[in-house]
């Protein structure tokens, strides 16, 4: 096992408890003050991380890349702030589902704009997740 599943595995194990703790913050919290608490402690833990790896930011904000993830951060922003008003507004049952839609969303914008391999086992992984993802929300 490459040691970016690891990774995935840890994100995936860290992001699962997202929803449910912004759905019980926004019973009392709106959700936009609720992205921006739980964002602010996003980006102090990646400063902490950045500081700890002796990483610079200076020479990377204006890299050729950089502005892909500048687009990025704004598709982030919309993205985030939609979540957390759906999140705030219904169940985390339905939302997440529709949510996780991003999942089959990347792997096709993967395919078409980055010409990333497609075969009949990954058509059939972005076909049975639609599949799980409408048996979960509805």
Known sequence: MGNYVLWA???CIAYSFVPP???????????NVAA???NFV???IIFAVLV?????????????GAIYLYL?????????????RALELGPVSIVVPIFAMFIVG???????L???PVTARKIVGVVLGVVAIYLISV
């Open 9 to 11: 595995l840890l994100a």
């Open 21 to 31: 703790l912004v759905r019980v913050g926004t019973r009392e919290i709106p959700s």
């Open 36 to 38: 921006f608490i739980s």
């Open 42 to 44: 996003l980006i102090v």
């Open 52 to 64: 700890y790896n002796s990483e610079s930011l200076a020479p990377h904000v204006t890299a050729n």
């Open 72 to 84: 990025a951060g704004a598709c982030l922003g919309v993205g985030i702030l939609s979540y957390y």
């Open 106 to 112: 990347g792997s096709v914008i993967g395919f078409v």
């Open 114 to 116: 980055l010409d990333e």
